[in-house]
């Protein structure tokens, strides 16, 4: 998946609302709110952040031999 491409941007759009929703309508506190959005903003984040060093190691051409 191209980083940051319309897939990209669907899915990060799909996380932010399932987390947020998660979040918000299960928290009690006062503050569910802000809690809600900073859970929903950093799974985003992280989903990227995952993606960006997918990529970077996939068209690798000093690949490591035999892992195991």
């Given at each position: 998946?191209?980083?940051?491409?319309?897939?990209?941007?669907?899915?990060?759009?799909?996380?932010?609302?399932?987390l947020?929703?998660?979040?918000?309508?299960?928290?009690?506190e006062?503050d569910k709110?802000?809690?809600?959005?900073?859970?929903?903003?950093?799974?985003?984040?992280?989903?990227?952040?995952?993606?960006?060093?997918?990529?970077?190691?996939?068209?690798d051409?000093?690949?490591?031999?035999?892992?195991d």
């Open positions: 998946m191209k980083l940051l491409g319309r897939n990209h941007i669907i899915i990060s759009i799909i996380t932010f609302a399932i947020f929703l998660m979040n918000y309508l299960g928290n009690e006062a709110l802000q809690r809600a959005l900073m859970t929903a903003s950093a799974g985003v984040i992280g989903l990227t952040i995952g993606l960006f060093i997918l990529n970077k190691g996939k068209d051409k000093n690949s490591p031999q035999n892992f």
